[in-house]
């Protein structure tokens, strides 16, 4: 049986398939239809230290090959997902990466510091968000990320990935994480996009604007990682309308060192697990043993052999 373990700073996860934050939400319902013990971690919906209830509807807008939101970090708050929900997810047996928001560099920090406590593998920083006007994307900044960045980095031992968005300086934004102490990259955030109502002629979001993901981000989110697995050192994790193992393995060959699945949990709620297997498959079929050959091999001139 290959080895599908990857590292991930002081992380390792058994196999390179994590469910991406605001997809899963803690778990519990996705446990009625599998063993989440199965995937390499779980990414927990954005935690906020308040309580958010977040946007008024609608806040989902299915485009033909898409999916448009604008949820608005609806969450229960820090101290609520301590208590309820920590518990339950130390159950299922898997990595569990804590998303998380601040609407200042200090709130980051308080979050990080909080989320310090067993259960806790990983702290998602949350420096994306395109559903909060004018706070949301501090990730775009290279100076905002680092500030954010170093100090968590102070406040707690834990890993600290970065989630950029995919607009801005997204290289400048990951190297300068990178240099504050983030022991990843989760690339990218949704991409912000615009649906028009056309009964009424108004934008169908209170806020205008949502993110976009699936399957019609996918090729735009795979160059960004081919192009940060470059600029960075650490690992990049690639996340954009992963579907099926092959999207994932795509992401791989890019350089990715692990991926998450997102809206591909809404088309199919078994879409994880299958992936999962289908990368098994793949390198058993091949007689790889671990992702050594595999990852990166576009930046090499491909798969060593193959015709
Ligand atoms: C949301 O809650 O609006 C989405 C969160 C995100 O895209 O980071």
Known sequence: MPDLSVRIGSLTLKNPVLVASGTFGFGADYARLYDPSRLGGVVTKAITLEPRRGNPPPRLWETPCGLLNSIGLENPGVEAFLREELPRMRALGTAVVVNVWGETPEEYAELAQRLSVPGVDAIELNLSCPNVPGKGLIGSSPAGTARVVRLCRRATGLDLWAKLPPEGDVLA?????????????SAANTFRGLAIDIRTGRPVFANVTGGLSGPAIKPLALRLVYELSRAVRIPVIGIGGIAGWEDALEFIMAGAHAVQVGTGNFIDP???????????KFLAERGMESWEEVRGCAHRGGIPGAA
């Open 173 to 185: 934004a990951a190297r300068a994480a990178e240099g504050e102490g983030a022991t990843a990259i």
């Open 270 to 280: 078994l879409c994880a697990p299958k992936l999962v297997r289908g990368l098994e």
